[in-house]
T-cell receptor
Framework: EDQVTQSPEALRLQEGESSSLNCSYT??????LFWYRQDPGKGPEFLFT???AGEEKEKERLKATLTKKESFLHITAPKPEDSATYLC???????????FGKGTKLTVNP | DSGVTQTPKHLITATGQRVTLRCSPR?????VYWYQQSLDQGLQFLIQ???????AKGNILERFSAQQFPDLHSELNLSSLELGDSALYFC?????????????FGPGTRLLVL
């Protein structure tokens, strides 16, 4: 069964303090690893899709990387508006559903 | 704004009752997915429809059912509601099931069962 584990559960940073969030996964035939951002009471907002080990994608202060067993979401010089829960999900072979991790709640203090 | 709409935004009802949640996918998207998000379980896949037909089932209770209509909007029906059904219910849509399509999520319906 596909599984996703995210760490840490919560992360508190000062504005400008760079860090990384981890997503470890077990999946049969990876057909995509997805990062979403979710604000309280809102729907997940799509950030990135990664398909193969070695792939990297960037958007503003965020950079996602992928290996065969895990993905990292690097946050460079974060701002308070980056505060949210970041969700990682995988799609395995033979299935269209996404399997989500429980997320990392990021708080960036000014 | 993802382009996926869901109604209602909030729903408060009593145990034993039945409710219907509605989802309109992004223009042109044929696939609709339903997810449940509770505090302890995270986002859990319930069911997927593609162009009107059920495509995949996840952890969906027998008390729950869904359908997708010819205009591609979808409804999730929850019956004999229990306290534990209180959660956020999200709908997502994607263009097709050819392999690598991104799912875009709606704003959700918050269900509270009293």
């Amino acid at each position: 069964e596909d599984q996703v584990t995210q760490s840490p559960e919560a992360l508190r940073l000062q504005e400008g303090e760079s860090s990384s969030l981890n997503c470890s996964y077990t999946v049969s035939g990876l057909r995509g690893l997805f990062w979403y951002r979710q604000d309280p009471g809102k729907g997940p907002e799509f950030l990135f899709t990664l398909y193969s080990a070695g792939e990297e994608k960037e958007k503003e202060r965020l950079k996602a990387t992928l290996t065969k067993k895990e993905s990292f979401l690097h946050i460079t010089a974060p701002k308070p508006e980056d505060s949210a829960t970041y969700l990682c999900a995988v799609r395995g072979g033979g299935s269209e559903k996404l399997v989500f991790g429980k997320g990392t709640k990021l708080t960036v203090n000014p | 704004d993802s382009g996926v709409t869901q109604t209602p935004k909030h729903l408060i009802t009593a145990t034993g009752q039945r409710v219907t949640l509605r989802c309109s996918p992004r223009s042109g998207d044929l696939s609709v997915y339903w997810y449940q998000q509770s505090l302890d379980q995270g986002l859990q896949f319930l069911i997927q429809y593609y162009n009107g037909e059920e495509r995949a089932k996840g952890n969906i209770l027998e008390r729950f059912s869904a359908q997708q209509f010819p205009d591609l909007h979808s409804e999730l029906n929850l019956s004999s509601l229990e306290l534990g059904d209180s959660a956020l219910y999200f709908c997502a849509s994607s263009a097709d099931t050819s392999g690598q399509e991104t799912q875009y999520f709606g704003p959700g319906t918050r269900l509270l069962v009293l």
